[in-house]
Nanobody, 121 residues
Framework: QVQLVESGGGLVQAGGSLRLSCAAS????????MGWFRQAPGKQRELVAT???????NYADSVKGRFTISRDNAKNTVYLQMNSLKPEDTAVYYC???????????????WGQGTQVTVSS
């Protein structure tokens, strides 16, 4: 059974930085494209960034230039470095494996607990 454990969230002022981590177990992590998603109150979950097993990255326009996704296959962990944070980045952040065919969708409907990011103005 795949487990995803997100951490690193917190309260930060606008313009600040946070680094999120997602530790995966129960899967061959290095084979998968991984993604970070976020869900703000009253909104649908949205895709923020993805990274392939080869290290190719992709970002939502809203975070491009501010967020950086990376991975450490030896640690089965994917990271999200978030700089120049804005109040509109406030959300619960989740990671998941990406669907290899429907490449903007998560592979599974099973999600971790997420990590809360709150950006004050």
């Amino acid at each position: 059974q795949v487990q995803l454990v997100e951490s690193g969230g917190g309260l930060v002022q606008a313009g600040g930085s946070l680094r999120l981590s997602c530790a995966a177990s129960g899967t061959i992590f290095s084979l998968h494209t991984m993604g970070w998603f976020r869900q703000a109150p009253g909104k649908q979950r949205e895709l923020v960034a993805t990274i392939t097993n080869g290290g190719t990255t992709n970002y939502a326009d809203s975070v491009k230039g501010r967020f950086t996704i990376s991975r450490d296959n030896a640690k089965n962990t994917v990271y999200l470095q978030m700089n120049s944070l804005k109040p509109e980045d406030t959300a619960v952040y989740y990671c998941n494996r990406m669907n290899p065919v429907l490449t903007t969708r998560a592979m599974s409907d099973s999600w971790g607990q997420g990590t809360q990011v709150t950006v004050s103005s």
